[in-house]
Every structure is written in structure tokens, then in C-alpha cells.
């Protein structure tokens, strides 16, 4: 029987979720905690074997919470469901400890199957997440050119040069629109063009 903590700040989605999983036939009990600091303090006296937890909270970020809940006690699963998707935050989390990292989209199905997953030792990612887990962790890191692009800058600036959509984007990567409007704008000033048609002309230039 799996013992979980749910951690995150906004109510209806954590006793929400608290409550979907508390439902599971091998779902033991379901605690839960506001913050990174009360997740600290409940999960030394409740001892759970997963820790589901979001990553922007106030106060204690969840990837420190994961770092030191990680360090208190060898083998406990830590599980990120957040709506954070950038690269840099996925690999903080895993460096911290985190052993899977699902989007708060994914259905409820899919973070109980991802829970169970990370009990039993598993590693687990949802969609738009795994590749880019693959390449971080396998040290899949491109020279980058004097353009200052990021790998993940440079994959969105080559199916903007294709002449796909913000959607088609999203769809393609994993990310969110809003994630991907963000990745235009950096990437747009970044190579000082002022919209996508100049910046697919210097992908297609060979300068991303």
C-alpha cells in the first residue's frame, strides 16, 4: 500500500487531487501540505512513500522542498506535477531529487499511474517532457553558436523557419502556447530581428 503527500498551494487542484488519489484500492492514506516548509514537517511525522509536488508555491520553492525532503530520507519518490515546462526548471528538479515530472494537463489517470510509477522505484515524464529529459540527462548539448540560442530556443526557431504556428509549435514540443510565445520573444530579440519572417531568414542563413 502506497502512503502519498500532496504538495502544493492552491487548494482545489491539491485536495482535489488528494482526493482522486484516496479513492486508489492500493492507495493507503493521502496527506497533503500548502508549502514547501509544511511538506518538510509532514512528511517527517506521516513518512509517505511518494511525495507529489508542484514547484512554484511561496516561501520554499519545490525543488528545494524536493532537495531536502530527498536528503532527509534515501528513497523517498518525489513526483513534480506543475505547470512549469522549461528545460531549466526540469533539470533543477531532477538534480534535486525528483524521480518524474508530469504536467498539470495530464489527466487524473495518467499522475495516479505516474504516482504508482515513482513508488515502485520507476522513473516517469509525460508527453513533451521525456525527450527533453533524454537529451539533458544524456548530455545532448549542442555547441551553441555566437547567437546566444538555447538548444530548445534553436529547435523552436527551426519549425518557426519551417513556418509552423505557435500551436503547431506547442503541439510539436510539448510546451504550452503560452511557453512558446515566450521562446519567440527571446528568440526574436536574441538575434535583433523584429519578427518571425526575418528570424526563419537567418535560420535558413545557417545562424540558428
Known amino acids: 500500500m502506497i502512503r502519498v503527500l500532496v504538495v502544493d498551494d492552491h487548494p482545489v487542484f491539491r485536495e482535489g487531487l488528494a482526493g482522486l488519489l484516496g479513492m486508489l484500492p492500493d ?16 512528511a517527517a511525522r ?7 509536488m508542484d514547484l512554484t508555491m511561496p516561501g520554499m520553492s519545490g525543488v528545494e522542498a524536493t532537495r531536502r525532503l530527498v ?12 505547470m512549469v515546462d522549461d528545460d531549466e526548471t526540469v533539470l533543477a528538479a531532477l538534480r534535486a531529487g525528483a524521480c518524474g515530472y508530469v ?3 495530464a489527466t487524473g489517470t495518467e499522475i495516479a499511474d ?6 515502485s522505484g520507476g522513473a516517469v ?18 555547441q551553441a553558436p555566437d547567437d546566444g540560442l538555447t538548444d530548445r530556443e534553436r529547435d523552436v526557431l527551426a ?4 513556418g509552423a504556428s505557435n500551436a ?20 526574436l530579440d536574441k538575434l535583433q530581428v523584429s519578427d518571425r519572417t526575418q528570424a526563419a531568414l537567418r535560420a535558413r542563413e545557417g545562424h540558428g
Open 125 to 142: 515524464f509525460g508527453p513533451g517532457v521525456a525527450a527533453r529529459v533524454l537529451a539533458l540527462t544524456t548530455g545532448r548539448q549542442r
Open 46 to 52: 506521516v513518512r509517505p512513500d511518494v511525495v507529489v
Open 27 to 42: 492507495v493507503a492514506g493521502v496527506d497533503t501540505a500548502d508549502s514547501g516548509e509544511t511538506a518538510l514537517e509532514v
Open 71 to 82: 536528503e532527509a530520507r534515501q528513497g523517498l519518490a518525489v513526483l513534480v506535477v506543475t
Open 168 to 187: 503547431q509549435i506547442a503541439r510539436s514540443l510539448g510546451l504550452t502556447v503560452k511557453t512558446v510565445q515566450n521562446y519567440v520573444s527571446r528568440i
Open 103 to 105: 504536467l498539470k494537463g
Open 114 to 119: 505516474a504516482m504508482r510509477t515513482a513508488a
Open 159 to 162: 519549425l518557426i523557419a519551417d
